[in-house]
């Protein structure tokens, strides 16, 4: 197989296991490259790609960006702060206004559920999710995915807990997909008000104390406390969140053995991870963003590999 | 399909020897040159070589290195099946630096055009060689010849030269497969 079975990546649940060994085949050569001194290559000189932004990121456009960048793509970008979505045009509008200057490859984030998927019906050209409101973060958990191989080997029978604000995180979902995909076990662990209901029928556990969930796991993704997302109070206070739910590394040290440390960012550091455990020996949250690029070159590789040149 | 054996391993035996020798009488102790093999095929002419230069000709050490050429190619969107692609494995710089491209077939030069574009991430070199294990003459598409060459062949379009090495597929030798 050297060729994904999608056209667009929108959700980690449309793909399958051999989409994603493929990704992270291709990633292992474009991180080799983006290794060298001279760190691009002209691959995708004849394309042109539309970064949407939505919603704000600094991370994740940052790293589309370079990743396009790297393989010498030309690129539009665009947000929603500064654009014409203020003056009422419609998503399709205004990716059908941008299509006409030849775009061949969208990348879209935005704050609404299903938003990609809706884009992908109605225009002509590939979408790469960049998130899409509380639903779906494919590129995240492919380099979390990416990140824990690294570190580890392989994700096959590795047990990891996600930790913290699941109801509200795309970054959570679309890492369960990823990682029940590689036969990974996994538990979320956080206030229940944040665990969604029926999180089982997914296929992982549920696992209220932080102590037992790190005793448990090899690898802890912490995630952020979405407070944007958060249109009630889901927990008392910030302080009382922190003192149940937070990493600190006296609980690190305590529990008698070492596992991985990752985060999506950006971290609230104090909050859910304190600073001695952000930067942590055993943390790998800055080869996540390192492995983000590669991983976002060879999605966008493989989906250009497949719009021929007539 | 109708195969053909051009070389058979003793002839390459010393086709091989043969190469060896003029890269020494260019090279000297290869102080400031660099071996890159072509990938897929072209690394496993290289390592032969490197084995001779040193276990034949004693040169003590010798920079050698693996070039993947696929992001680089020109046929990027336009071929029916996706190519795979191979490992990089340069950790060394070659500014100012000697290289030869080692491949184990010449056809169109387009393989070598890529990799003309891709060493430039890794310097400047003060010139680049050829060479290759066989040279198919009249099919070249662009203006590039080998400096050192095994054995040079006249083969038309449909036919297909294949190199066999002891190594990997059993034994040495260079078939002509005629559909």
């Given at each position: 197989m050297n060729q994904l079975s999608v056209q667009h990546l929108l959700g980690i649940k449309h793909i399958n296991k051999?989409?994603?060994?493929?990704?992270?085949?291709?990633?292992?050569?474009?991180?080799?490259?983006?290794?060298?001194?001279?760190?691009?290559?002209?691959?995708?000189?004849?394309?042109?790609?539309?970064?949407?932004?939505?919603?704000?990121?600094?991370?994740?456009k940052l790293s589309f960006e370079l990743a396009e960048k790297?393989?010498?793509?030309?690129?539009?970008?665009?947000?929603?702060?500064?654009?014409?979505?203020?003056?009422?045009?419609?998503?399709?509008?205004?990716?059908?206004?941008?299509?006409?200057?030849k775009v061949d490859l969208i990348v879209m984030r935005h704050?609404?559920?299903?938003?990609?998927?809706?884009?992908?019906?109605?225009?002509?050209?590939?979408?790469?999710?960049?998130?899409?409101?509380?639903?779906?973060?494919?590129?995240?958990?492919?380099?979390?995915?990416?990140?824990?191989?690294?570190?580890?080997?392989?994700?096959?029978?590795?047990?990891?807990?996600?930790?913290?604000?699941?109801?509200?995180?795309?970054?959570?979902?679309?890492?369960?997909?990823?990682?029940?995909?590689?036969?990974?076990?996994?538990?979320?662990?956080?206030?229940k008000t944040l665990i969604p209901k029926y999180i089982e029928n997914l296929g992982v556990g549920v696992e209220p104390n932080i102590r037992k969930a790190l005793e448990w796991c090899d690898v802890a993704n912490v995630l952020r406390v979405q407070n944007e997302r958060m249109d009630i109070n889901y927990f008392p206070s910030t302080r009382e969140y922190t003192q149940l739910f937070g990493i600190n590394k006296?609980?690190?040290?305590?529990i008698g053995k070492k596992i991985v440390i990752m985060h999506p960012g950006p971290i609230n550091r104090g909050v859910e991870l304190t600073s001695d455990v952000a930067d942590a020996e055993q943390s790998i949250i800055l080869n996540q963003v390192e492995n983000g690029v590669a991983i976002r070159m060879a999605v966008i590789y493989l989906l250009a590999e497949q719009i021929k040149r007539n | 399909m109708s195969k053909k054996t051009l070389l058979n391993s003793k002839e390459i035996n010393i086709i091989l020897h043969r190469l060896a020798c003029q890269l020494i009488e260019n090279h000297n102790n290869f102080e400031n040159t660099v071996l890159i093999g072509i990938q897929p095929r072209g690394t496993f002419l290289a390592e032969r070589l490197v084995e001779i230069l040193k276990d034949?000709?004693?040169?003590?050490?010798?920079?050698?290195?693996?070039?993947?050429?696929?992001?680089?190619?020109?046929?990027?969107?336009?071929?029916?099946?996706?190519?795979?692609?191979?490992?990089?494995?340069?950790?060394?710089?070659?500014?100012?630096?000697k290289v030869v491209f080692i491949d184990d077939v010449l056809f169109s030069g387009r393989s070598i055009r890529a990799a003309l574009t891709a060493i430039q991430s890794f310097g400047r070199p003060s010139d680049?060689?050829?060479?290759?294990?066989?040279?198919?003459?009249?099919?070249?598409?662009?203006?590039?010849?080998?400096?050192?060459?095994?054995?040079?062949?006249?083969?038309?379009?449909?036919?297909?030269?294949?190199?066999?090495?002891?190594?990997?597929?059993?034994?040495?030798?260079?078939?002509?497969?005629?559909?």
């Open positions: 051999a989409d994603i060994d493929l990704i992270f085949k291709t990633a292992d050569h474009f991180k080799e490259v983006i290794n060298r001194p001279i760190k691009k290559v002209p691959s995708l000189r004849d394309i042109t790609i539309a970064n949407l932004f939505f919603e704000n990121s600094t991370r994740t790297r393989l010498s793509a030309d690129v539009i970008n665009f947000s929603a702060s500064q654009s014409s979505v203020k003056k009422g045009e419609t998503l399709i509008d205004t990716a059908n206004n941008i299509l006409s200057m704050p609404h559920v299903g938003a990609c998927d809706f884009l992908s019906k109605h225009v002509n050209a590939r979408i790469v999710n960049a998130g899409d409101g509380t639903h779906e973060h494919p590129t995240q958990a492919l380099l979390d995915s990416y990140s824990i191989r690294e570190k580890l080997g392989s994700v096959t029978g590795k047990k990891i807990v996600i930790v913290g604000d699941v109801l509200h995180s795309r970054v959570a979902l679309s890492n369960i997909y990823a990682l029940k995909l590689q036969g990974a076990e996994v538990k979320v662990c956080g206030p006296k609980l690190l040290d305590s | 034949d000709y004693k040169i003590p050490s010798i920079e050698f290195g693996q070039l993947d050429i696929t992001f680089y190619r020109d046929d990027f969107r336009r071929r029916d099946a996706p190519l795979e692609a191979n490992k990089t494995n340069i950790n060394f710089i070659v500014e100012d630096k680049i060689e050829l060479l290759v294990l066989i040279d198919r003459r009249f099919s070249r598409h662009l203006p590039i010849q080998p400096d050192y060459r095994g054995r040079q062949v006249d083969v038309i379009n449909e036919e297909k030269v294949t190199v066999h090495w002891k190594g990997r597929d059993g034994k040495d030798a260079v078939y002509i497969l005629n559909k």
